[in-house]
């Protein structure tokens, strides 16, 4: 029987799609499609429903700004995210949407943001910007990327974080913890765009995603992933900035 395609779901594409983001969706697309495994990406914007059946949900960074226009929104539909986190759902929430996927968020400028508590944490803009390359150790291995925030995240005792910082700054200016992680929930500082150059954190979400339809994630056959293992090896020379 053919199988219904992966439903991936982009929050916000308008405003949160920092540092070509949006190639998050791209690599999981295509990594599905080099398996013979389809895909339908659907897109989240201000105003519409949130689908109950999606796959795999995933969001970018953005401006302050970006953060403000969508903020009232995302605490309308963040019932319905815990319930697909509830279920299970995998998600990846890149920087801007990390800091809102906590409980609170302020500004540089003061402005005070509820999150939607999917993560113990909370961030506040600081007068340092944390920018540059950063490697981090996580349980997927080192995955490598570009931050840039002024947020400083710091996560309750209850939180686990995503990952180790190795270079770069992470969650906070004292280069310790980077991101957060809740059940499939992933989220990170880590620009790139991220999954292209760390297909390792694709395949896990893809795995999540067919774990919860039943379908056989054992059968993800391996890819060549040579260029990708190129960027990497490149980005262990760099430094930080
Ligand atoms: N505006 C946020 C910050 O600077 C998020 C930036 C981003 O998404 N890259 O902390």
Redesign the pocket.
Known sequence: MKKSPLKILYLYPDEMN?YGDYGNVLALVRRLEWRGLEANVLYHKIGDSLPKNVDIIVGG????TG?LTIHADLLRIGGGLHQLADNNVPMLMV??LY?LFGKRFVTADNQELAGIGIFDAE?I?IGKRMIGNIITETEFGELIGFE????KTVLEPSQTPFGKVKLGYGNDPSGHNEGAVTKNIYGTYL?GALLPKNPVLADALISHALINRGEDSEKLAPLDDSLAQKVHIDARKRKQA
Do not use: A, L, V
């Open positions: 920092f960074g953005g401006q302050d953060q920087c801007g800091q961030t803009g840039n925030h002024s947020g620009h």
